[in-house]
């Protein structure tokens, strides 16, 4: 977690994935309490989920760890944005 934002993938054999995502309310910002399920496919290091609008860049993942990269570039108010996040996950069991 950082800053109170919670992701979280479990992904199974069969391509699907169940994900959560919990962002906490701000000044600015209404609450954000989603989950759900949807498939998914690895080609090379690209991660691609069913339903997400990018592909994650897959750099690092081994059994304990898995970094995803991901750019969204998105227009708010007549100016256009770029976004990169960069996702660190630890398996916890």
């Known amino acids: 977690t950082m800053r109170g934002i919670i992701r979280q993938f479990e992904f199974k054999d069969d391509n ?16 954000v309490d989603r989950h759900g399920e949807t498939t998914y496919e690895r080609n090379g290091n690209q991660l691609i989920l069913k339903n ?5 860049t897959i750099l690092l993942l081994d059994d304990k760890n898995m970094n995803l990269h991901v750019r969204t570039e998105f227009v708010s108010d007549g100016q256009q944005y770029l976004l990169e996040n960069l996702d660190k996950f630890e398996r916890m069991n």
């Open 52 to 56: 997400y609008p990018e592909p994650y």
């Open 16 to 31: 699907t994935v169940k994900h959560y995502t919990y962002i906490p309310p701000t000044d600015n910002t209404e609450e």
